[in-house]
């Protein structure tokens, strides 16, 4: 049935819609470049009943996010992050406005700010060691290695290491299966194209189900932060408590402290934002990166030189190495430019 009604959707659009749409193809940052070759910088393209002005230059690009910011701040909503009231506490999505300056001042000068990114250096070496450590085992047991879901665990443990202190890294935990299964699934209903977006009319229908999936993944998620903000305020009331100086340690503190306002629902919805940012992006370049060098051996070779060189074999990179190996460096930068996580800025 929904198959059906996909199909009657989609010839519906293409008979009385005219447009570019479904013309972008897997990857339309490569198909936005080949048009801006040849329409020049800045381009108007119908994507369905939306008009969108496309702009690939770093000129003009700078006039619109830095000179003109105020005109061109508020950003396009797309239908499903409305889902559990997402777009009214979400950094991301959120207006110039009060509520959005405040959290920005928040994460800049209490969350991320190099003297706690610095402080968090020790467990990031630590969960890096468990993935080389599980590979190697894997390696061992002539095991094939899911490079992507190996990344996601580790930065998905790190994460809330980093937010709450917890250790996600057992795999027989039911808690840390569903944990894991969740912010997956809502990676993946993120991630995929939803014609709501482009056809008005289809809001209310949502014919590809994505805003209720989605709204049952950012439930159970929220849900699980709640029960952790609970515990830790029940603990914090207890004599003896001994702070562990994460995330929600640093938040709970700003709120006692009176330094700026932040309630539960707000908190919830960043720590949601904090958990869609960081776990995939991560991943997928992780898994770009290596499926590039496994198809280039003799870049392989040159990268595998260069640590062996600069670091020594079968020691631990340390992020302060960084700097010292330039063409890992590049590799990096090489990978971000032909496969970007977020090829193109929020909708404006």
């Given at each position: 049935m929904g198959q059906s009604l996909l199909q009657y959707i989609y010839i519906y659009i293409n008979i009385y819609y005219d447009g570019y749409l479904f013309e972008i193809g897997d990857k339309p940052h490569l198909s936005l470049t080949k048009l801006s070759q040849r329409h020049g910088p800045i381009m108007s393209l119908q994507l369905g009943q939306l008009t969108t002005i496309v702009v690939s230059s770093t000129t003009l690009a700078k006039e619109i996010l830095r000179t003109h910011d105020q005109v061109f701040c508020n950003l396009t909503l797309p239908e499903a992050i409305h889902a559990c009231k997402h777009s009214d506490y979400s950094m991301a999505w959120l207006p110039v406005s009060a509520r959005w300056r405040?959290?920005?001042?928040?994460?800049?000068?209490?969350?991320?700010?190099?003297?706690?990114?610095?402080?968090?250096?020790?467990?990031?070496?630590?969960?890096?060691?468990?993935?080389?450590?599980?590979?190697?085992?894997?390696?061992?047991?002539?095991?094939?290695?899911?490079?992507?879901?190996?990344?996601?665990?580790?930065?998905?443990?790190?994460?809330?290491?980093?937010?709450?202190?917890?250790?996600?890294?057992?795999?027989?935990?039911?808690?840390?299966?569903?944990?894991?299964?969740?912010?997956?699934?809502?990676?993946?209903?993120?991630?995929?194209?939803?014609?709501?977006?482009?056809?008005?009319?289809?809001?209310?229908?949502?014919?590809?189900?994505?805003?209720?999936?989605?709204?049952?993944?950012?439930?159970?998620?929220?849900?699980?932060?709640?029960?952790?903000?609970?515990?830790?305020?029940?603990?914090?009331?207890?004599?003896?408590?001994?702070?562990?100086?994460?995330?929600?340690?640093?938040?709970?503190?700003?709120?006692?402290?009176?330094?700026?306002?932040?309630?539960?629902?707000?908190?919830?919805?960043?720590?949601?934002?904090?958990?869609?940012?960081?776990t995939d992006t991560s991943s997928a370049t992780m898994e770009w990166a290596m499926a590039e060098l496994l198809r280039n051996p003799k870049i392989l070779s040159k990268a595998q030189a260069e640590l062996e060189q600069v670091i020594g074999k079968g020691k631990l990179v340390e992020e302060s190495d960084i700097a010292r190996l330039p063409y890992l460096q590049a590799i990096i930068k090489e990978t971000f430019r032909v496969h970007p996580t977020v090829p193109f800025l929020l909708p404006r």
């Open positions: 405040n959290l920005r001042t928040i994460c800049n000068l209490q969350l991320f700010a190099p003297k706690v990114l610095d402080a968090n250096q020790a467990k990031r070496r630590v969960k890096v060691q468990k993935l080389i450590d599980d590979v190697n085992g894997s390696m061992r047991a002539g095991e094939a290695v899911n490079i992507r879901r190996a990344a996601f665990s580790t930065t998905l443990n790190l994460l809330s290491q980093t937010i709450f202190s917890v250790d996600l890294a057992d795999p027989s935990s039911e808690t840390t299966r569903e944990f894991k299964e969740t912010v997956w699934g809502m990676m993946e209903e993120i991630g995929k194209p939803n014609l709501a977006d482009y056809f008005l009319f289809l809001r209310k229908l949502d014919p590809q189900g994505i805003r209720p999936r989605l709204t049952h993944y950012f439930q159970i998620t929220v849900d699980m932060f709640d029960r952790m903000i609970h515990q830790r305020l029940e603990s914090r009331k207890r004599d003896g408590y001994i702070s562990t100086n994460d995330m929600l340690d640093t938040l709970m503190n700003i709120n006692e402290e009176k330094m700026e306002d932040m309630d539960v629902l707000e908190t919830q919805h960043l720590f949601l934002d904090l958990f869609a940012a960081g």
